[in-house]
């Protein structure tokens, strides 16, 4: 079974501060995807950044980047330079090859200017 | 990129009726779409997996006769609440697999708010 946690379910940063976002997964898959996805008050998901479990290298999207430590099921989100604009709740996810996409508890992400 | 269209995005229905919420793969053919629901300040629990021209597979605890879930082409999936009750007011949420895609890549709707009254 797959199971996705964000242990943090809220966090607040200082407009300009960088902060980071927890999460653990759980899958008994060899290949695999993880996923953060950013879901604003219009509830829109919004992919923020994808990370294959193959690919030693850490995924980077302008101020987003991950730190995927495979052997600890480890996924964890950077915001660098946090704009008013980050404020979201933020889901972690993952997704076995040909399965199911299974989402984390989610962290609300408050912004302060 | 990739669009997945959701419709309606609002509705309100009566006790014991039934509404239907269509999603839409625009410029891609999706073999599989998923339904999703979220109450307030919850994470999206997958509801069923849609296989196009196959019955969906549904989570534990679904229940398959409440929502019915119908894949007829590889654009359209829809999701029928019937007989609603107002413990079925959520927000509804489709996403679609492009099997083109790189990365597994998977788009969502933009969501559906039902209403039950």
């Known amino acids: 079974a797959q199971t996705v946690t964000q242990s943090q379910p809220e966090m607040s940063v200082q407009e300009a501060e960088t902060v980071t976002l927890s999460c653990t997964y759980d899958?008994?898959?060899?290949?695999?995807?993880l996923f953060w996805y950013k879901q604003p008050p219009s509830r829109q998901m919004i992919l923020v950044i994808r990370?294959?479990?193959?690919?030693?290298q850490n995924a980077t999207e302008n101020r987003f980047s991950v730190n995927f430590q495979k052997a600890a099921k480890s996924f964890s989100l950077k915001i660098s330079d946090s704009q008013l604009g980050d404020a979201a709740m933020y889901f972690c996810?993952?997704?076995?090859?040909?399965?199911?996409?299974?989402f984390g508890a989610g962290t609300i992400l408050r912004v302060k200017s | 990129g990739a669009v997945v269209s959701q419709h309606p995005s609002w509705v309100i229905c009566k006790s014991g009726t039934s509404v239907k919420i269509e999603c839409r793969s625009l410029?891609?053919?999706?073999?599989?779409m998923f339904w999703y629901r979220q109450f307030p300040k919850q994470s999206l629990m997958l509801m069923a997996t849609?296989?196009?021209?196959?019955?969906?597979?549904?989570e534990q605890g679904v229940e398959k006769d409440k929502f019915l879930i119908n894949h007829a082409s590889l654009t359209l999936s829809t999701l029928t609440v019937t007989s609603a009750h107002p413990e079925d007011s959520s927000f509804y949420i489709c996403?679609?697999?492009?099997?083109?895609?790189?990365?597994?890549?998977?788009?969502f709707g933009e969501g559906s708010w039902l209403t039950v009254v």
């Open positions: 899958t008994s898959e060899s290949d695999y995807y």
């Open positions: 996403s679609a697999r492009d099997p083109q895609g790189a990365g597994n890549t998977i788009y």
């Open positions: 849609s296989n196009e021209g196959s019955k969906a597979t549904y």
């Open positions: 410029d891609f053919q999706a073999t599989t």
């Open positions: 990370q294959e479990a193959y690919k030693q």
């Open positions: 996810a993952s997704l076995p090859y040909g399965n199911k996409l299974v």
